[in-house]
């Protein structure tokens, strides 16, 4: 199959895109336990971008499931389609010239180099949204830790199932230190 398909390029390519928007496209890669902060942070990150006359825009885990994921459920296998779907949509999007936002839990270390492939290291920013199982679990904004801990949810990050953290992010968001504001400031320096 694959020996029947070849790429078949344009002439208007990333730069001239970026020279049109006047910006970077990239892929800010928000990866931490659910509850982490990676949602909250990047709508206020989209709406400052926004303020400023940035084009950019937002996929967010959730989201992408009601759609182009939905087939896909929560065993290692299908999160790690789900990434692998998402860092070739996410590297589509910077392609086109857009600040691209992506909040997905991301739990494995594997999917998250491959997003960073996909877009190429030099337009991926991987931000670390930082905070400890207790705190998320206290926060519990969607209240699925108290479902996880009554085992009415498999496959649960952080519970029943594994975050590798990042060994070497671009940034580290500690949302148990800082304020959202604080966070907000931190990831507008990467872009
Ligand atoms: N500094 C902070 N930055 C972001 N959120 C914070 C911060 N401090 C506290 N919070 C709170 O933490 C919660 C984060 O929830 P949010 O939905 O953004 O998490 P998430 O990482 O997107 O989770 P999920 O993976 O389930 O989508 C919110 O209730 C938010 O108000
Ligand atoms: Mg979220």
Same mark, same amino acid.
């Given at each position: 199959m694959v020996?029947?398909?070849?790429?078949?390029?344009g002439e208007i390519n990333k730069a001239a895109r970026e020279e049109l928007l006047g910006q970077q496209g990239m892929v800010l890669w928000f990866t931490g336990l659910s509850g982490s902060g990676k949602s909250t942070i990047a709508v206020e990150v989209e709406k400052e971008l926004y303020r400023r006359?940035? !084009?950019?825009?937002?996929l967010d885990g959730d989201n992408l499931r009601f759609g182009l994921n939905k087939d896909l459920g929560f065993t290692a296998a299908d999160r790690e389609e789900n990434i692998r779907r998402i860092g070739e949509v996410a590297a589509l999007f910077a392609d086109a010239g857009l600040i691209t936002l992506a909040s997905f839990i991301s739990p494995y270390r594997s999917g998250r180099e491959a997003a960073r492939e996909a877009a190429g290291v030099e337009n991926f920013k991987e931000i670390y949204v930082k905070a400890s199982v207790e705190a998320c679990a206290e926060r519990d904004p969607k209240g699925l830790y !108290?479902?996880?801990?009554?085992g009415e949810i498999e496959n649960f990050t952080g519970i029943s199932a594994p975050y590798e953290e990042p060994e070497n992010p671009d940034l580290i968001v500690d949302t148990e230190k800082l304020s959202l504001e604080e966070?907000?400031?931190?990831?507008?320096?990467?872009?």
């Open positions: 020996d029947n398909i070849k790429w078949h390029s006359g940035r !084009a950019s825009y937002r !108290a479902k996880a801990k009554k966070s907000v400031e931190l990831v507008l320096g990467l872009v």
